[in-house]
């Protein structure tokens, strides 16, 4: 081809590029995104763009092989990937825009119709990427990003923060979720929180005492107590003999940790009209200054804005697996405690 040929075909191309202004808007769209890390970590919260092109990498192989939620099949069909060519309509986005479509909407709490202005596609297709990929970063990034250590591995990880209280385990919190109130008049009961009078799904988390998340439990309803949710969630499995669990004073569980040779680190409680003695008083800021870095942990998971807001009622089933991804993508950011 001569170099008058190349010159007419890129020349056709721009101009095809041009005329496609949907196409031309997610381009640009990506672009200021990927620009460098302050946008990354504004949009979707990585520490790094290095750090979101290393992770997108390693999904990309299985991406191209998702077969998309069908909201007419959601009930049989949620999410499913497959060693084969992918079939059906033609993608609206390249694997890397629906990668980003997705963290914006975790991160910024975007409604839908915001992400339509953004990308120029369909509602229906909003719907189904973010379905879909959903679905996909819980199973891809779960067993990466949000593994129980082992001791040896909290071990070598152990902070000096944590020097008074090297038996540590994890750290534990309960952390609530507002959603919007349901019309089932029973569901609005269920879901109602005394601590903070709203409507809302409730979780247990814990951490390690580094600050990264090791385990995120089931969302249950609002009116769920400390304790019971510590029961049903699966957490006391995991805590062998000699482990010392760290938590608030809300945590009603001592029994529950004895039963399996476990140990709390709980602030000492003052009896009733009785100060604390100067050395509960030590012992409770020591504790507090500790346990401080739950509460940060937490705060970064509610740095993704889809959780801190009023979650609608269509996206709670979804809520779970919403609170996985954001979970694990915390993984990504610096240690809490040195």
Not at 128 to 136: A, C, H, N, R, S
Not at 164 to 171: E, L, Q, W
Request: overall charge positive; proline content about 6%; charged content about 25%.
């Amino acid at each position: 081809m001569c170099r008058y040929d190349k010159r007419r075909t890129t020349e056709h191309g721009i101009r095809n590029e041009l005329n496609d202004k949907p196409a031309l808007k997610r381009k640009l769209f990506t672009d200021d995104i990927l620009k460098n890390d302050e946008p990354v970590k504004f949009y979707m919260g990585f520490p790094t763009l290095a750090c979101l092109m290393a992770i997108f990498n390693l999904l990309k192989p299985a991406a191209e092989k998702l077969k998309y939620w069908d909201s007419n099949k959601g009930k049989k069909v949620n999410f499913q990937y497959r060693p084969v060519k992918k079939s059906g309509k033609r993608r609206s986005l390249i694997i890397l825009q629906e990668f980003i479509l997705t963290l914006v909407r975790l991160r910024l709490g975007l409604l839908v119709q915001h992400l339509l202005d953004t990308p120029s596609i369909s509602k229906s297709s909003v719907c189904m990427v973010l379905t879909t990929w959903i679905f996909f970063l819980t199973v891809t990034l779960r067993d990466v990003l949000l593994t129980w250590p082992s001791k040896e591995m909290v071990r070598l990880n152990f902070p000096g923060s944590f020097r008074n209280y090297p038996s540590t385990r994890v750290i534990i919190d309960c952390t609530e979720i507002f959603i919007q109130k349901p019309t089932s008049p029973a569901a609005q009961r269920a879901t109602w929180s005394e601590y903070k009078s709203h409507n809302a799904i409730k979780t247990l988390v814990g951490i390690t005492p580094s600050g990264f998340f090791s385990f995120v439990s089931k969302l249950w309803s609002g009116s769920t107590s400390d304790r019971k949710l510590t029961q049903k969630s699966g957490i006391l499995e995991l805590i062998g003999e000699g482990d010392h669990v760290m938590a608030d004073r809300g945590f009603a569980i001592r029994d529950l940790l004895t039963k399996r040779k476990a140990f709390l680190n709980m602030p000492p409680f003052s009896k009733k009209g009785q100060q604390l003695s100067k050395k509960s008083l030590k012992t409770t800021r020591s504790i507090a200054s500790a346990r401080i870095h739950v509460d940060r942990a937490i705060e970064r998971l509610k740095d993704f804005h889809i959780l801190p807001g009023n979650l609608p009622i269509p996206l709670v089933p979804l809520a779970d697996k919403i609170l996985i991804v954001c979970a694990a993508l915390c993984s990504l950011l610096p240690p809490l405690a040195k």
